[in-house]
């Protein structure tokens, strides 16, 4: 898949899950960081590792978002 097409469609995955009413726990328990910023801080791995090859074999933005949230070694910036 197009890279740029991949990464509009993470940008578009991670903001529909970071506006869901769902996330309101998230915010409850994490004190200092909002849902916002950690799939904001997400997305720039992930956009970091499209940009070098890392899921240029997935079909979707989709397939990219459920990778990461099942394994975050996807992401060489995770800490």
Do not use: C
């Not at 869901?20 to 200092?32: G, I, K, M, N, V």
């Not at 801080?41 to 979707?60: C, Q, Y």
């Amino acid at each position: 898949m197009n890279r740029d097409k991949l990464i509009a469609q993470v940008k578009n995955e991670y903001a529909r899950i970071a506006s869901t009413e769902s996330q309101q726990h998230f915010h409850q328990t994490t004190t200092d960081l909002t849902p916002e910023a950690y799939y904001e801080n997400l997305l720039g791995m992930a956009i970091s590792e499209i940009n070098r090859g890392t899921f240029d074999n997935f079909k979707s933005g989709e397939e990219v978002v459920t990778a990461i949230a099942n394994d975050k070694t996807w992401l060489s910036e995770w800490k």
